[in-house]
């Protein structure tokens, strides 16, 4: 009791380090409840540069598991044959060791499995039914206590011959027991370090809770500072029925730092001491070696006015939302306007004078709702503490540039984030001081509070469905603390990486708990809006929709999700679950990205190689009407005709039951064309399509127009063609997303994947007077294949914009905007209501394909402002005229946006018509029209 009084009332920062040798006496010497049950680990294991020690070297080095715990007492092998002689064998300290042959060394216990003799149990068959078929094996007799046991230790199964030989082995994959043996873990929410008042005082208390249920020991080692080595450790104890592992110290720790130290069983390498990071962290201190202590609700982390804000009512339907897609850095790290201290952090967002935040305010005027941030939580691919610029300069076509950028590409201060380390803490390299966890925090939301006062909502970019590292890798984390449970594995019980880095398994109950208390922890403490998920397609449906209810149960607030539906790797067509992909959402409300009209506008597609960079040439770059000089000047009229379908059905919002007359005079519903073997039209509702023509990924729509248009295109009408891509997704039903700078012809030197290029191909210029086209080849590595033809445009002194395109894109972009905005027609919220408002004229055979024509019915439609709306879209480079009868005598007029003074086309007001008596409409050269009634 004397060191439990000792310590509550050593407070004071100064005194830190004597709590610290209190707590660590009394761990020492068996004071602490927990210290039985733990050995004590050492300092040295705290301190050491390596993040493990092999306590017990392994005595077999085999990682492979072809073998599945089903559930806590249910094995299968697949591919064994009845009437096997199958036994479980274990060894703690991991010395077993088997060879075919030989009988089995090294064990502690062994066990006879019997076949299971019944069926089963549904949900258990469904969850495992991709491994294949093989028998059921059943550890009949074994009690919970040795079952939790057995998963901390070295365990194999075996066929053996009647003599104990061996005749095969394997190891297990352990999921499927630990959900079973744990249930009741997915129902904690205090994972990680939390600050409380302890339950029989009134002094503050610091509670440590870490989810290791296969670790033989657990301590937490407790750091002054994110440099200071550590000077105490406290033994954790191991709570039976839930897995955890749990410590407190009767002290408020807020703002110290702390790891954890696993002793747990690697299969191939034997009882390993782990120095890990929290999963929960929340902050950390510099390069994520340790995790920060705090309460998210202290006064202390909350800017002047973070309480007090309110949320913005722009958003009433999915579909509402307009969305611009922005990368922290390459927000300001060129905006000289920028203090240099905050270029490329997040403190850039708070000064409101910046060209930056100026072009964000206009757009927010505009009709933006939503700011997508790329990743902002804590990512491991970018050094906080010695991170490098390279100064690059080169000409046009130079390679000097790429080569610059790719010796400094792991080393520079670039990344688009894609690899999490952390998922619940900011990253560091956005923060003024890296080093400390609180600023990270603050400054973070500094920045959410800074887009929010600018009228813009903050959605964050969150990537579940794959981890920065596994194994005994210094980036991972979860697969250090559970091994085996956290990564989706394939039959050899190797981790799948069909994602591109180390997938997870949000199948299994505590990683789609991680991500569920994660998507919590940002809504619910930094006020995100909404988020959109990273390859959505890998992580279950039901696990997205248990997540949207739970944030509107905990908040009040319905946070819209979406996400990348791709359906590939080893989960495609639902080989292990319901997928979150696009055929699959039908009905959840969560939106997915829309490739169809995408495509169809753009040409081609991300596996085009070779000349097909150029000659692929799609609805809006040229497809037929206008061949560049390696197209195929033979394809038939009705490719043109069928691109132009495609553009119209992104323009009806992907729905299934729409219906339409397509290129061969038929009326079918989307769900009837056909899309490379898939439906085309694939959703129920619009909210669950987004629309797009450029994000992130693969080349800018600037540059893929660049090889794909015409050499001898003018500048300005580049920028005509780039804003008309922008007003399909302007004018589509569903939710409208948009790639930062696509509306100032953004170009990355013809990079098709920058994501690790640097600042010099990722740059903006909110001053509005380069595009940095043809500022150097990009990076061999993804693009050498295109240097004939890159080299080629890159030295065409007509590509690059003038500062008048770049203007006039960036204005027409914000009079799209304006008239999205100005009625709900263009964001019907319903299947039903864009059934019976929207309709498209000029379909069919006999159509001209190089105009869109559409109406939309705004009688009895709340917020639509126009009792009707005719749309057109012109991608000829003439004049095109069309006669609609039934829109004769309706005195329609041109939207009141084309007509304002500063309106970005000046030829719509002066060149579009529509004659009244007759029902004839022009349309000037590229451009997009939109006319109004009453």
């Not at 905050?342 to 708070?350: D, P």
């Not at 390279?390 to 080569?403: C, V, W």
């Amino acid at each position: 009791m004397f060191f439990e009084q000792a310590i509550a009332h050593t407070k004071s920062y100064r005194s830190f380090l004597l709590r610290c040798a209190l707590t660590t006496y009394a761990a020492t010497y068996g004071i602490h409840a927990g210290a039985s049950n733990a050995a004590i680990a050492s300092f040295p294991a705290c301190n050491a540069a390596q993040f493990e020690s092999t306590l017990v070297p392994a005595a077999m080095t085999t990682k492979e598991a072809h073998a599945y715990w089903l559930s806590s007492k249910l094995i299968r092998w697949p591919g064994m044959a009845p009437g096997s002689k199958v036994r479980l064998y274990t060894s703690r300290t991991g010395q077993l060791k088997l060879n075919k042959g030989s009988k089995p060394l090294g064990f502690d216990e062994v066990f006879t499995l019997t076949e299971a003799g019944k069926d089963l149990d549904s949900s258990i068959a469904k969850r495992f039914a991709y491994i294949g078929s093989g028998n059921e094996y059943e550890l009949a007799n074994a009690d919970s206590q040795q079952l939790k046991s057995l998963q901390q230790a070295q365990v194999m199964i075996a066929t053996e011959d009647n003599e104990g030989r061996t005749l095969d082995y394997t190891g297990l994959q352990i999921a499927g027991a630990l959900d079973d043996l744990y249930k009741i873990a997915g129902s904690l929410n205090d994972y990680g370090a939390s600050i409380s008042k302890a339950a029989s005082a009134k002094t503050t208390q610091t509670q440590f809770r870490a989810w290791a249920p296969t670790a033989q020991r657990v301590s937490v080692c407790l750091y002054p500072d994110g440099k200071t080595k550590s000077t105490a450790i406290l033994p954790m104890q191991l709570d039976a029925d839930t897995g955890t592992w749990q410590a407190s110290n009767k002290t408020d720790l807020s703002g110290k730092y702390y790891t954890y130290l696993i002793d747990v069983h690697v299969p191939g390498q034997g009882l390993v001491r782990n120095r890990v990071t929290d999963p929960y962290s929340i902050s950390l201190t510099t390069d994520s070696k340790r995790s920060y202590i705090a309460d998210l609700s202290s006064s202390k982390l909350k800017p002047k006015g973070w309480d007090e804000q309110k949320f913005s009512n722009k958003v009433k339907n999915q579909t509402d939302m307009q969305v611009y897609e922005l990368h922290v850095r390459d927000f300001s790290i060129n905006d000289t306007t920028v203090k240099p201290a905050w270029r490329g952090k997040y403190l850039a967002f708070t000064d409101a004078s910046s060209n930056g935040m100026r072009h964000l305010q206009a757009l927010s005027a505009a009709g933006m709702t939503d700011i997508h941030l790329l990743p902002v939580f804590d990512f491991a691919t970018v050094s906080e503490s010695h991170c490098q610029t390279p100064a690059i300069k080169g000409k046009a076509d130079g390679e000097e540039q790429q080569k610059l950028a790719m010796q400094y590409a792991d080393k520079d201060c670039y990344n688009w984030g894609y690899e999490p380390y952390h998922y619940n803490a900011p990253e560091g390299s956005y923060a003024t001081d890296a080093s400390d966890g609180g600023k990270r925090i603050i400054e973070f939301r500094k920045m959410i509070m800074a887009l929010h006062n600018a009228g813009l909502r903050v959605g964050m970019d969150v990537v579940y469905n794959h981890t920065a590292g596994a194994g005994q890798t210094p980036y991972s984390v979860l697969d250090r603390i559970v091994p085996g449970y956290y990564q989706r594995l394939n039959r050899l019980g190797q981790i799948e990486h069909s994602t591109c880095c180390d997938n997870t398994a949000t199948e299994n109950t505590m990683m789609a708990k991680l991500m569920s208390d994660s998507v919590s922890l940002w809504a619910r403490h930094y006020k995100i809006d909404s988020f959109r998920f990273d390859l959505m397609g890998h992580q279950p449906r039901q696990a997205m929709e248990d997540m949207q209810a739970r944030l509107l149960q905990e908040t009040g607030r319905h946070i819209q999700f979406l996400g990348e539906g791709w359906n590939f790797g080893e989960i495609a067509d639902g080989k292990r679950f319901v997928q979150a992909s696009q055929l699959s959402l039908n009905g959840s409300g969560i939106g997915s990205f829309s490739d169809r009209a995408r495509d169809a506008l753009r040409g081609g597609g991300h596996g085009d190689a070779g000349e097909g960079i150029v000659k692929n040439q799609g609805y809006i770059n040229g497809l037929v009407h206008t061949p560049n000089a390696l197209a195929d000047k033979t394809r038939p009229q009705q490719n043109l005709l069928r691109a132009a379908d495609m553009i119209r059905l992104g323009l009806a919002g992907s729905i299934r039951s729409f219906s339409m007359q397509t290129f061969d005079d038929k009326t079918r519903q989307l769900q009837d064309i056909d899309y490379g073997g898939q439906p085309a039209g694939y959703a129920s509702q619009p909210g669950e399509v987004v629309n797009y023509v450029e994000n992130h990924d693969n080349q800018t729509l600037f540059d893929i127009n660049a090889y794909r248009l015409p050499l001898d295109t003018s500048s300005a009408d580049r920028a005509r063609i780039q804003a008309l891509a922008l007003a399909t997704t302007a004018f589509s039903q569903g939710v409208a997303y948009y790639h930062a700078g696509v509306d100032i012809l953004r170009s990355k030197s013809m990079d098709s994947n920058s994501f690790n290029s640097g600042d010099w191909f990722n740059r903006l210029d909110w001053s509005y007077s380069d595009n940095y086209f043809a500022t150097g080849l990009p990076p061999e590595k993804d693009n050498a294949q295109f240097y004939p033809y890159i080299k080629l445009v890159l030295k065409q002194p007509n590509i690059k914009p003038t500062r008048e395109d770049i203007a006039y894109c960036r204005d027409q972009f914000r009079d799209l905007l304006q008239i999205r905005a100005s009625s709900s027609l263009f964001r019907l919220s319903t299947a039903s209501d864009i059934a019976q408002r929207l309709h498209f004229y000029n379909t069919g055979a006999t159509q001209n394909p190089l105009l869109i024509a559409a109406h939309l019915d705004g009688k009895q439609l709340t917020e639509a402002n126009f009792g009707s709306v005719m749309y057109f879209i012109n991608i000829s480079p003439q004049a095109q005229s069309i006669v609609i009868d039934e829109q004769s005598q309706r005195g329609y007029q041109l939207h009141p946006t084309h007509l304002l003074t500063q309106a970005a086309d000046k030829r719509v007001a002066v060149e579009a018509k529509y004659e009244n008596i007759s029902g004839r409409f022009t349309i000037p050269a590229l451009s997009a029209v939109v006319f109004v009634g009453q």
